[in-house]
Every structure is written in structure tokens, then in C-alpha cells.
């Protein structure tokens, strides 16, 4: 009886704990144009007493105003060359530059991560909520899987709450982008990614969050599939194949396993952007894991599997 109870508070709890944030979108989405980004956090201060539902506010502000720049989506930091007197001056002239880049987002509405992730750090500070912005590497296509880059090519945020490190990203908050276009949508999933999720998608170039998240090396996670939003939404569990990288033959079966989601969960399958969705042979196992079995593509091409007419994951199948 007191496992029921337990179990039956803890639902509760989440129910409770998810309308309250819903109800902070909802506050927020009715807010009118602010002048300034002191204005914005100051209003959002005023409104939310808790520090996650003021956390919740800022992201659903930049989530649901901003647009993403898709003229230039990997720019994370322009070469600048600073004559300075000291690490001290650097970091000041650093910090100054930053904070054009979060004007600018603000004022433009437009930005790529590097603008969504400093505007929300410029927010949380002026409302006291301790912040970090994370630099590193995100995959949002087949074709990079495998490949190990040399470089940066996204930024999210890190907020402690209540003595724990959340992540936060606004970007992919904000919409998705199909066939090279951007598509604004608002997205909760990409608020408080758990650990166990984002270590599977994200990866920073500090040590320090690889370390907390218990982040795989960069080309094991570079191997990983492509994660989309249906995992964000349900954090399912891929049993195999565990590579990113399928070899097959023509007219042999794909065969994949996922653990985690629900039984009547309906799911397709395509190749590539044009190819027609095409419903997956799935068997269902013992512990909740399921087996989908997939016809080969007549030659190599990305795979993309959807749940629920959600893009869940992908992978890239070589044919031999």
C-alpha cells in the first residue's frame, strides 16, 4: 500500500509540476514587445515567484520570438583579433562582445545558437539564476555521422536549480529545420534535457560537462545516430544497432531494436527527404523492446525513422 501511495504522489506531483509550467508558457506568450532585455527579465521576475518557472519563462520568451538565422547556421564565433593589456582586459573585451551578441538577438529577433544561448545567459544574471553558457558539437543530419569535427558548431545553456545543473536549448526549442528551411515551432522537450538524453545528442567542448553528463569520446558520440525530437519527446532507448553506420545488401532486412516506447506506438520508416513513409514490420519482444525490421534501400542513403508521425532518429546505409 505504501508503494501505491508513493507511486500515486509521485504522478501526481509531475502532473502538477508540468501545468505549472505550462502555465508559464502560457503567461509568457501573451506578453507584449519590450524595449529593452532588462524590461523583459524584470517583468518575468515580477510574474514567477520559483526559479525554475522563471528558468521556464526565459526560454519559452527566446523560444517563441526569436528566429533562427539559417543564412549562416554555423557560426558560433566570428576571428577577432583584440590588442589587450592583460587577461583581465581580454576577458572584459570577451564579455563585452558577448553582450552585443545578445542585444543584437533581441533587438533583430534573429539569431543563430551562439545569440539564442547568450541572450538567455543575459537574463538568467539579471534575475540571479546561476548560469553557463556550453560551447561543442551537435549532428542534424545522416551525412555527419561518423565524421569527427575539428570545430564548434552549436551552444546551449546550463542553469542550477535547487543545486542541480539543468540544460537548456532554445534553438532547438524554437523550431527544426526541413529540406535547408527553418521551421519555427515551439518545442518544451528541449527544456531540463535530462543527462541520460542529451549526453546521446550534445557534445561540450569542456571537460567539466562531459564529465557530468558521462559523455562517450568524440568519436564514439560522432558514430551515434542522428537523435531528432520524437527522443526528446520520449526518450526511448536503442538497443541496436548502436552505430549510426548500417551496411547491408539490397533486398536484405534492416533490423533495428528499440526499448522504451509505447505499444501502440505506430511506426514508419523513409530514405532520404523524398522518399514516401512507409509502415515498419515491428514484432514485440519480451522487456518492453521492439523489432523493427526494415527493407533495404536500393542504394546507400539515410534512413529515418518516425513514431507516431514523429522523426525519432536516423541512421546512414551503405549498400554493398
Request: charge should be positive; include cysteine; glycine fraction near 4%.
Amino acid at each position: 500500500m505504501k508503494k501505491i501511495t508513493f507511486l500515486l504522489f509521485f504522478i501526481s506531483f509531475s502532473v502538477l509540476s508540468q501545468n505549472r509550467l505550462d502555465r508559464v508558457d502560457n503567461i509568457v506568450k501573451s506578453y507584449k514587445n519590450f524595449t529593452t532585455i532588462e524590461s523583459l527579465a524584470k517583468q518575468i521576475d515580477s510574474d514567477f515567484s520559483s526559479d525554475v518557472e522563471k528558468a521556464r519563462a526565459a526560454y519559452t520568451w527566446i523560444a517563441t520570438n526569436l528566429n533562427y538565422n539559417s543564412r549562416n547556421p554555423f557560426l558560433i564565433y566570428d576571428t577577432k583579433i583584440y590588442i589587450v593589456s592583460d587577461e583581465e582586459d581580454y576577458q572584459r573585451r570577451l564579455k563585452k562582445e558577448d553582450e552585443k551578441t545578445a542585444l543584437k538577438a533581441f533587438q533583430t529577433k534573429k539569431a543563430v545558437c551562439k545569440g539564442y544561448a547568450y541572450l538567455y545567459r543575459k537574463i538568467c544574471d539579471i534575475i540571479g539564476i546561476e548560469n553557463k553558457v556550453v560551447l561543442g558539437y551537435i549532428k542534424s543530419s545522416s551525412y555527419e555521422i561518423g565524421y569527427v569535427p575539428d570545430r564548434k558548431n552549436h551552444a546551449w545553456n546550463a542553469i542550477k536549480i535547487d543545486g542541480q545543473w539543468k540544460f537548456i536549448d532554445a534553438t532547438q526549442g524554437s523550431g527544426f529545420s526541413y529540406k535547408g528551411v527553418w521551421q519555427p515551432k515551439f518545442n518544451k522537450a528541449y527544456f531540463d534535457i535530462k543527462k541520460e538524453t542529451i549526453k546521446n545528442t550534445h557534445f561540450p567542448e569542456d571537460i567539466f560537462w562531459r564529465n557530468y553528463t558521462g559523455q562517450k569520446p568524440l568519436k564514439e558520440f560522432s558514430d551515434l545516430p542522428v537523435f531528432s525530437k520524437a527522443y526528446f519527446n520520449s526518450n526511448f532507448q536503442v538497443v541496436s544497432p548502436s552505430s549510426g553506420q548500417i551496411a547491408t545488401q539490397k533486398r536484405k532486412l534492416i533490423e533495428l531494436k528499440l526499448k522504451g516506447i509505447r505499444f501502440n506506438t505506430k511506426i514508419h520508416y523513409k530514405f532520404g527527404d523524398y522518399d514516401k513513409l512507409r509502415k515498419a514490420d515491428v514484432i514485440y519482444e519480451e522487456n518492453s523492446v521492439f523489432r523493427i525490421l526494415i527493407h533495404s534501400p536500393k542504394e546507400s542513403s539515410p534512413l529515418k525513422i518516425f513514431l507516431d508521425g514523429q522523426e525519432a532518429l536516423s541512421y546512414m546505409v551503405h549498400v554493398e
